[in-house]
Every structure is written in structure tokens, then in C-alpha cells.
């Protein structure tokens, strides 16, 4: 049960809306709040309560028979609300609790789509519409293009899927197909009618300038952060498998080489991973939000590659989670694209660019800069360190171990310092066992001797090993001993450990008074600290 104390403090926002409504209020604007309300999330319209702070309850005669009011309301809109009536000092106070609207469904009233800025009530904006439409799963790129015919499909596009989709499949019989027949057998074409599916992958550049002018990616190379007219620029808009590998081609035409020395051997390593590559163009082209205006692009930099696509993040996904769920926005696409081979399931391919840029010492795939309108995913192609991915190849040969994309990430946590997810946790004895990671002090973990000691850092791992705690205490008891009769202030013993705060370090002190092992004269910040008899 609402409280009204609690609704009387609560601010007039997205979620709540007081009203006068003294003698009356008219259906027709309750309809409009309510509407707006389920919209944002659910929340409550008060009657009888002014609408300005300090509230004060005036009382309300709207609605005597608030049974026939939420009917009306179920009728006219499909949801059901519920009521509440109380008594505040002998005036009445009506509290309709409104639902949030059902999940991918905007709710309307008199063909508006209702929603609330603070307090004031205006008509949804098309991109928060297209947002929640999203929420349902809808599948735009297996719906029929009303517009459309079996003549804007390109037969080179057709041909080359043909090709993929019989080296994956191994079944012959697919050279023999008609055309038209082999798209309807992976549902591009459904019924005579072709898919929005279709057009993106197979239709002529004539046909997507006339129906998804949006389909449309584009490349520039630029070979600094200037503004200004890229070096190069190249437009596809045509069916994907037509630019599928010209496209690889311009980005690996400017794919450098990176040298380094480890050992006797010297690594070579491309900058841009081909396959990190594929599969971030692929991603862009299954995920984007077709309905959107705004074309893919892609931006490559001497290091750094970086894909723009429309449309946010699908219902559900964030940068966070995007390892462990799924959620292709067009799914049909992502059929075809996994038919002939281009993706082995859906959701790899994230996980195959983590782990590519983990083992070649490269910064894990970012995504700064996404917001609810579009995706910005950044490849960076600079090598970090080229020592981690020496020594799980190492490891990885001696041991026979394969590595999940959760070991690439407890790696690369603990390589940068970074805390390890609750979720990652259960990787960590494994890791152990192989050598790969270390338990150091104060229940730390870093990466192993031998990683460090093919680095040449070895001071490095016996400084991120730490010290244990008797010999922490030792090296404190060495320099009041070496002080003798001058004694130590604890200023001057805190340097002795500076990786320990000043608390820490008094609590050693007393473990070794308790042993006898030193005294001191004096207390607070005074004090010095001597020799003891023990």
C-alpha cells in the first residue's frame, strides 16, 4: 500500500503527478498522465494535493466512484491501474498507481504517445519510440520489403554467398540451385516477397538508393586526428557480399607491420588482427538499427581502428555484459552470415576480438563513446606488451592447455591491475596451476615468474610479490638496531615500509614489543623506538 506521507515528500518528476482536481477533473487529461506515466515506468497520480511545495491537501470530489474510472481507463488504454483512497485530516486524497507499460509496447491516446519531461507532459520523441519498440525483439531484417523484387537483387552477391555457403556446408547440390530457390532456402526470400535481409546482402547499389539508402557503409582512412578531407574514402552501397573483401582489403593495404625482439626470436605482428577486423565490420552490419537514418562508419587510423554503427546497444546489452549474452537485432541476417561460414554461432565474434587483442598485448576492445543512438567500437593495433602473449604461447604448448575468453580476461586484469570480477574468480586456480598467475601479498594476484623474468623484470616481481609479514617486521627491527641509542621516530620507520600506512606499521611495532624485541620512550608522535632485550 502507498504510503501518502511518502508520495507528499516525493518530487513531481517522470514517475509522479499531483493534482488539485477540488470539484473535478477532466478524463480526458487523467488519460493523457496515465498514459505518460506508464510510459516512463509506472508511477502515481494524486488528486487533491497541490502541486507546489510546500504540498498542501486540499481534498478532491474527482471521481466519487473511482471502480467505473479504472475501467474506463483498462478500456481505453489496456492497462490496469489500481486505486487508493485516503483520509488526511478529514479530506479525501485519490491515488491512482499506474503500471509500467508492457515490455517493447509504447502506449497512445488519441494517436499521441505519451511522456513526461520533469513535470510537464509531451508526446514520446522518436528516438526514445524506436528504443522501446526494440525492447520486444522484432526482427526488421526478416520482414517482407512491400516495394521490392526478385530484379534488385544483385546475381554477383548471389554467387558469392552461393560459394561460401557450399565450401561450409560441403553440399554440392547448392551449384545446381536456382537462384531465387537457394535464397529462399535461407529464408531471405520468404513467400516471393524479399526480406529487408535480402537488400542489405544481395541488392543491387539502384535498389538500396531507392529503398535503404541507409544500408550504406562507409570507409575513410585518415592518417592523423586532423580534420579535414580523409586520405581515402570509399561508399558501399550495394549488397554486402559484393564489398565484403574489397573492403578487408583497403584496411589491409595500411596494415603495418610491429617488430619486436623476444629471445633469439622476432615477433612479427600485424597491427590490425584480420580477424578482429572481420568481425567488428560483420557485427556492424548484423546489429545496426536499420530503421535509423545514418550509415556504418568505419575510420581507420595509423593504430586504431574505429566502426560507428546506428543504434545503440540491443535491449538488454551493455559493454559490461556484451561477453555473456545475445542478442543479434537482425537476426535473420545473422543466419545467413552464419550459413556460409562467416560466423561460426551467434555472440563469437565479440569474444574472438578479446581475445585476439589480449594475445598479441594489445588494449581490450573499447567501447567509449556508445550512447542510445549509436555504437563506437575502437581496435586499438598498438602492442602493449608483446611478453604476455610469449608466455601463454609457452604455456600453452607445454601444458596443452587451451584458454577460455574468461582466462584472456583474468590475464588482462591482472596484467593491468585491475580488480577481477566476481564472475572471473572461479578462473583463477586454473590459472595458478598453469603458472600463468601468482597469489602475491595482501591477497593480490600477479602474473608469473616467468613472465617477468622474460621481460627482464625481475625487480619488478619481487616488488609486486611483496613482502610477508615477518619480514616486514624484520626489516623494522634491522633499522632500529642499526639507530641503536638515537632511537627511531615513526615518521622516520613508516619509511622503512612506504607500501604500508602508518597504523599498519604501529601494529608491528607492538608485535614486537610483545616479543621484547624493541621498547620505546615516549607515546604519540614523539616517541622513539629502541633496541629491545629479547
Given amino acids: 500500500m502507498i504510503e501518502l506521507n511518502d508520495l507528499l515528500n516525493a518530487p513531481e518528476d517522470e514517475n509522479t503527478e499531483f493534482k488539485e482536481a477540488k470539484s473535478s477533473f477532466a478524463f480526458d487529461e487523467l488519460l493523457k498522465h496515465v498514459c505518460a506515466i506508464a510510459n516512463e515506468g509506472g508511477g502515481s497520480v494524486v488528486l487533491g494535493v497541490t502541486d507546489r511545495r510546500p504540498r498542501t491537501v486540499v481534498g478532491t470530489k474527482a471521481f466519487l466512484q473511482p471502480e467505473r474510472t479504472r475501467a474506463g481507463i483498462l478500456e481505453s488504454l489496456g492497462i490496469a491501474v489500481g486505486f487508493q483512497i485516503h483520509e488526511y485530516e478529514g479530506k479525501r486524497v485519490l491515488v491512482f498507481s499506474v503500471p509500467a507499460r508492457p515490455l517493447g509496447k509504447a502506449l497512445q491516446y488519441k494517436g499521441l504517445y505519451w511522456g513526461r519531461s520533469g513535470d510537464r507532459l509531451m508526446p514520446l520523441d522518436e528516438r526514445k519510440l524506436r528504443l522501446i519498440f526494440s525492447e520486444s525483439g522484432r ?55 524479399v526480406t529487408y535481409a535480402a537488400l542489405v546482402l544481395f541488392g543491387t547499389r539502384a535498389a538500396l538508393g531507392k529503398l535503404l539508402g541507409q544500408a550504406e557503409l562507409v570507409f575513410e582512412y585518415r592518417s592523423s586526428e586532423a580534420s579535414g578531407a580523409a586520405q581515402h574514402r570509399s561508399e558501399y552501397r550495394q549488397g554486402f557480399f559484393t564489398w565484403y573483401e574489397q573492403l578487408w582489403s583497403s584496411i589491409n593495404a595500411r596494415n603495418d607491420i610491429q617488430h619486436f625482439r623476444s629471445g633469439l626470436f622476432v615477433m612479427d605482428v600485424p597491427t590490425f588482427d584480420e580477424q578482429s577486423v572481420r568481425e567488428a565490420i560483420l557485427n556492424a552490419v548484423s546489429h545496426r538499427d536499420y530503421q535509423l537514418g545514418g550509415s556504418v562508419f568505419i575510420r581507420q587510423y595509423p593504430r586504431r581502428v574505429v566502426v560507428d554503427s546506428p543504434g545503440g546497444f540491443p535491449h538488454g546489452i551493455t559493454s559490461e555484459n556484451i561477453l555473456d549474452r545475445q542478442v543479434p537485432r537482425n537476426r535473420r541476417i545473422a543466419d545467413i552470415f552464419s550459413k556460409c561460414g562467416l560466423v561460426e554461432r551467434s555472440g563469437q565474434g565479440m569474444n574472438l576480438m578479446f581475445e585476439a587483442s589480449i594475445r598479441s598485448g594489445k588494449q581490450l576492445p573499447d567501447f567509449t563513446g556508445t550512447d542510445d543512438t549509436h555504437v563506437k567500437l575502437t581496435l586499438d593495433g598498438q602492442i602493449q606488451d608483446p611478453e604476455v602473449l610469449r608466455m601463454m604461447e609457452e604455456i600453452g604448448e607445454e601444458t596443452l592447455a587451451t584458454f577460455s575468453t574468461e582466462d584472456f580476461l583474468v590475464v588482462d586484469r591482472v596484467y593491468r591491475e585491475q580488480p577481477i570480477r566476481a564472475e572471473l574468480r572461479e578462473r583463477i586456480p586454473r590459472l595458478i596451476d598453469l603458472g600463468i598467475v601468482e597469489k602475491a601479498a595482501r591477497g593480490k594476484y600477479i602474473l608469473g615468474r616467468r613472465y617477468y623474468r622474460r621481460a627482464g623484470r625481475t625487480a619488478t616481481y619481487t616488488r609486486r610479490q611483496g613482502l610477508d609479514r615477518e619480514t616486514k617486521k624484520e626489516l623494522l627491527l634491522k633499522h632500529i638496531r642499526q639507530n641503536g641509542e638515537k632511537g627511531c621516530k615513526l615518521k622516520e620507520l613508516c619509511e622503512v615500509l612506504p607500501a604500508e600506512n602508518k597504523s599498519q606499521v604501529q601494529l608491528f611495532l607492538r608485535e614486537l614489543r610483545s616479543r621484547r624485541k624493541v621498547h620505546s620512550i615516549g607515546t604519540t608522535k614523539a616517541a622513539r623506538w629502541y633496541p629491545g632485550t629479547g
Fill in 139 to 193: 526482427d526488421f531484417s526478416a520482414e517482407i520489403c512491400s516495394e521490392a523484387t526478385k530484379q534488385d537483387l544483385d546475381p554477383e552477391a548471389i554467387e558469392e554467398f552461393r560459394r561460401r555457403w557450399r565450401a561450409k556446408s560441403r553440399n554440392q547440390t547448392l551449384s545446381h540451385r536456382d537462384p531465387i530457390q537457394l535464397l529462399e532456402d535461407c529464408e531471405a526470400v520468404v513467400d516471393g516477397g
